[in-house]
């Protein structure tokens, strides 16, 4: 049937949208509506679309959790809203967002559809700081160079929902973006994957250390933390070194050794950083002091961790670099109880070899 002069309107959507294979191809007068502002309720549910039709589920389930309602919206907008092709108006994932009014329970169910396990490998071999998935910035060509030729992990974890615009600004100059994960569902979930990947450990390994350490750190029990950590850590294999392939080169100063020697320290940092981001807790890692920078602060409900990490070094140094750069200064008034810790790597057992802590 010829439908020439006939159509007059062709809607096409997809996963992915690629670069235009053909310099003089129809496809290359197509409008990309991604990212254009008519579109930007189209695929999702709004903040007043959920009010409105959904408040008798949600009034029961407040209800059910002992929370008021205003508390439980902004708790159900954490967990499941926060998807924008703008960067201004922010939509709920509508497959999580049914099956939690359904099964009346907060948990990750759009991570049920598929395990990111390409994407995860990619970030670890690629050796992608996780750390910089919370805030990359982007201008407006990034949404129109994806290539099935130079598959870019960025541009992957955008184009499946992993990350999305979390706000954008637009000028003479042309537009910028902020991309990061859109909600806890999405964060906790890739963060979870991301430690089973850096770790080579099955899930319930992961799970029950995760368990064990949140536990431990929640407690102000920092032995508990610590020895479960060395349960992450073990068994990393000689064959399992952080891939050359994202290997920073050596600068004219360092000898190839001083550079896997950096190379061990990140991917130490790194798994200490997931393993406590995926917890209930602030985390900060790289933290600028006025002498430094501190490697991690980790805080509870009740407990303010500051951590020092050494690489074939001892956790005395770790603890002593904290007091004399002044790092704990700024909590001198704080009503949580701080901890100083310092643990100590060892690259050749690839595990933690020693530490220590004292209450600041």
Same mark, same amino acid.
């Given at each position: 049937?010829?439908?020439?002069?006939?159509?007059? !309107?062709?809607?096409?959507?997809?996963?992915?949208? !690629?670069?235009?294979?053909?310099?003089? $191809?129809? *496809?290359?007068?197509?409008?990309?509506?991604?990212?254009?502002?008519?579109?930007?309720?189209?695929?999702?549910?709004?903040?007043?679309?959920?009010?409105?039709?959904?408040?008798?589920? *949600?009034?029961?389930?407040?209800?059910?959790?002992? !929370?008021?309602?205003?508390?439980?919206?902004?708790?159900?907008?954490?967990?499941?809203?926060?998807? $924008?092709?703008?960067?201004?108006? $922010?939509?709920?994932?509508?497959?999580?967002?049914? &099956?939690?009014?359904?099964?009346?329970?907060?948990?990750?169910?759009?991570?049920?559809?598929?395990?990111?396990?390409?994407?995860?490998?990619?970030?670890?071999?690629?050796?992608?700081?996780?750390?910089?998935?919370?805030?990359?910035?982007?201008?407006?060509? !990034?949404?129109?160079?994806?290539?099935?030729?130079?598959?870019?992990?960025?541009?992957?974890?955008?184009?499946?929902?992993? &990350?999305?615009?979390?706000?954008?600004?637009?000028?003479?100059?042309?537009?910028?973006?902020?991309?990061?994960?859109?909600?806890?569902?999405?964060?906790?979930?890739?963060?979870?994957?991301?430690?089973?990947?850096?770790?080579?450990?099955?899930? $319930?390994?992961?799970?029950?250390?995760?368990?064990?350490?949140?536990?431990? *750190?929640?407690?102000?029990?920092?032995?508990?933390?610590?020895?479960?950590?060395?349960?992450?850590?073990?068994?990393?294999?000689?064959?399992?070194?952080?891939?050359?392939?994202?290997?920073?080169?050596?600068?004219?100063?360092?000898?190839?050794?001083?550079?896997?020697?950096?190379?061990?320290?990140?991917?130490?940092?790194?798994?200490?950083?997931?393993?406590?981001?995926?917890?209930?807790?602030?985390?900060?890692?790289?933290?600028?002091?006025?002498?430094?920078?501190?490697?991690?602060?980790?805080?509870?409900?009740?407990?303010?961790?500051?951590?020092?990490?050494?690489?074939?070094?001892?956790?005395?140094?770790?603890?002593?670099?904290?007091?004399?750069?002044?790092?704990?200064?700024?909590?001198?008034?704080?009503?949580?109880?701080?901890?100083?810790?310092?643990?100590?790597?060892?690259?050749?057992?690839?595990?933690?070899?020693?530490?220590?802590?004292?209450?600041?």
């Amino acid at each position: 049937m010829d439908l020439e002069g006939h159509l007059h !309107f062709l809607f096409i959507t997809g996963v992915s949208k !690629f670069s235009r294979v053909s310099l003089f $191809s129809d *496809l290359n007068n197509l409008t990309d509506l991604s990212n254009d502002p008519l579109s930007s309720t189209l695929l999702g549910i709004t903040q007043e679309e959920l009010e409105s039709n959904f408040m008798d589920y *949600l009034s029961l389930m407040a209800a059910k959790y002992k !929370f008021s309602i205003t508390d439980f919206l902004v708790e159900v907008k954490n967990w499941y809203n926060g998807y $924008s092709f703008d960067g201004e108006t $922010s939509l709920y994932n509508p497959y999580s967002l049914l &099956l939690f009014l359904h099964k009346q329970r907060f948990d990750n169910y759009w991570f049920e559809t598929g395990t990111p396990t390409f994407l995860v490998e990619t970030i670890r071999n690629e050796y992608v700081n996780p750390k910089e998935l919370e805030r990359i910035k982007v201008d407006n060509y !990034f949404f129109n160079s994806f290539s099935l030729e130079h598959l870019d992990i960025i541009g992957l974890l955008y184009q499946t929902g992993y &990350l999305t615009i979390k706000s954008a600004n637009f000028s003479i100059a042309g537009s910028s973006y902020i991309l990061g994960y859109p909600n806890i569902e999405v964060r906790h979930s890739m963060i979870y994957n991301l430690t089973q990947a850096y770790t080579y450990k099955t899930k $319930s390994v992961v799970s029950q250390a995760m368990v064990r350490m949140q536990e431990g *750190l929640q407690e102000g029990n920092i032995d508990v933390f610590i020895q479960q950590l060395k349960v992450i850590l073990s068994d990393i294999s000689h064959h399992l070194h952080p891939s050359s392939r994202g290997r920073r080169k050596a600068n004219k100063k360092e000898t190839e050794e001083e550079t896997l020697f950096k190379m061990w320290e990140g991917y130490f940092q790194t798994i200490i950083y997931l393993v406590t981001s995926y917890m209930d807790m602030t985390v900060q890692s790289g933290v600028t002091k006025h002498k430094g920078r501190l490697d991690l602060v980790a805080e509870s409900d009740d407990f303010i961790y500051l951590m020092e990490f050494k690489l074939d070094g001892n956790s005395t140094n770790a603890i002593e670099q904290i007091k004399n750069r002044e790092y704990a200064a700024s909590y001198q008034n704080a009503t949580k109880k701080v901890f100083l810790v310092g643990v100590n790597f060892s690259k050749e057992e690839r595990n933690v070899e020693d530490w220590e802590w004292e209450v600041f």
